[in-house]
């Protein structure tokens, strides 16, 4: 096992009716500028609970942060929190809104260009506003982490950052809180904590038993229930508990510590939603099935391992085990109705050039947990994936 740190400050609420602990949560005195995105919060009446449990704590609303958070807009929100001497944010939609409220708590208190804190991928962050948030999309990990991915629409540009000063105080998980979300949202937040729990885990062994173990755990739970969350007639609680949880669990450190990461299907799907607007998780479905192929060698050991330990496969040669995992995966995706391939989205050959220009302009040259996905790497891997 590698040498690590591990410390999440993350007050975690879970459970039915848990919006009403916001009272308690957040610090009585707090000016609240409450963060949404487009109409979700309002027409569930989520906003609704959580304006009443603010009780008289004064309060105002930021609205119209969208998928895949702009800078544009969230730089609005900075000017409307500094004039309104707001000091605690609280972001109540998916990953995208909690992710712009950790960029704008970091950019209020930030002198000089904010985008630069971007540039820099957090390590300029000095101070941020405290801020917590009420989940409504269990799939990034952002309410238990202190990442954040921002995009520069001028620029074209999507870019992640992190600092020990964005981590929420508190995050409220309320499953019943999924129940309004559309098929397609639920498939992308299984989707998008699979690979954040593949990204993490299928590297290379570092007899991290432990890690490992937890990881099969998520990857076996998101299989279970996956499927299940597209076909029941009413939603179920325990199988949105259990999404959740795990996809909580995916991206809040724990699984990933102590062990190699990998993270280039990520930085790969960010360009692809950059430049075409494709949904996070679907960029992932895309990127991981063709990169398993290409990186078989370099993960070859761990790929056997989840083959066996995931999805039950012990028969036939290393390669054909290998293949089938792979394969199984790819499946997977399509099943809860993500395709897999670039055509699915309409992009043929002439968007791979395009899109490796765009990983080296952003420094994504040297990807994975060997730093050996050179742009020559992620051509192939995006031409497999035609
Ligand atoms: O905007 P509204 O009207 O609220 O609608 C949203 C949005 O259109 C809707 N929605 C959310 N909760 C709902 C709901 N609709 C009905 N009922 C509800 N309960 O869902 C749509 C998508 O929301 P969004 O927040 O964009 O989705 P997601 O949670 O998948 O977040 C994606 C963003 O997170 C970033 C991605 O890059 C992307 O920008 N990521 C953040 C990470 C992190 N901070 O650790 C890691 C991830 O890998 C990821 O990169
Ligand atoms: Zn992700």
């Keep these: 096992m590698l ?6 400050p993350t007050h975690i609420a879970f459970g039915k009716g848990r919006i009403a602990d916001l009272a308690k949560l957040v610090p009585a005195q707090a000016r609240v500028l409450i963060l949404v995105g487009g109409s979700s919060a309002e027409k569930t009446g989520t906003l609704g609970e959580v304006r009443a449990a603010l009780g008289e704590r004064h309060h105002a609303t930021f609205s119209g942060i969208e998928p895949n958070p702009s800078y544009e807009t969230s730089m609005k ?5 500094r004039e309104g001497g707001f000091d605690f944010l609280l972001a109540v939609g998916g990953g995208s809104v909690i992710d712009a409220a950790k960029f704008i708590a970091a950019a209020v ?17 000095t101070a941020a506003l405290p801020f ?25 540009a999507k870019l992640a950052f992190s600092s020990v000063h964005c981590y929420p105080r508190f995050s409220v998980l309320d499953p019943t809180k999924t129940y309004t979300l559309p098929p397609q949202q639920l498939a992308n937040g299984v989707v998008d904590a699979f690979v954040h729990t593949v990204e993490q885990y299928l590297t290379y062994p570092v007899d991290a038993r432990v890690q490992d173990r937890f990881a099969e755990g998520i990857l076996q ?4 229930v996956g499927p299940r969350l597209l076909t029941a007639p009413e939603p179920v609680y325990d199988d949105r508990a259990n999404l959740m949880w795990a996809a909580t669990m995916a991206l809040n450190g724990l699984i990933g510590a102590g062990v190699p990461q990998d993270w280039s299907t990520h930085m790969i799907g960010h360009e692809l939603t950059a430049a075409h607007g494709i949904d996070h998780a679907r960029t992932l479905a895309i990127v991981l099935p063709a990169m398993l192929h290409e990186r078989r060698a370099q993960k070859k050991d761990k790929l056997l391992q989840y083959g066996e330990r995931v999805w039950g496969i012990t028969q036939g040669s290393e390669d054909e085990r290998i293949t089938a995992a792979i394969e199984r995966t790819r499946d997977f995706f399509e099943r809860m109705g993500v395709p897999t391939r670039l ?4 992009l043929g050959a002439d968007a791979v050039g395009p899109l490796v220009a ?10 994975s947990e060997h730093r050996d996905v050179t742009p020559e790497v992620s051509r192939r891997v995006l031409e497999a994936a035609l």
């Design 358 to 367: 765009q990983l080296e302009a952003h420094g994504m040259v040297q990807l």
């Design 3 to 8: 040498n690590f740190d591990f410390h999440n």
């Design 132 to 156: 917590g948030a009420v989940l409504t999309l269990p799939a990034t990990g952002s309410e238990m982490n202190n990442g954040s991915v921002i995009t520069h629409r001028g620029q074209g």
């Design 221 to 224: 739970t998101l299989i279970e």
């Design 343 to 346: 055509s699915g989205y309409g």
């Design 109 to 125: 208190r930030f002198e000089g260009d904010p985008w630069s804190i971007l540039l820099k991928r957090g390590r300029n962050i």
């Design 77 to 81: 929100a900075v000017e409307q929190a």
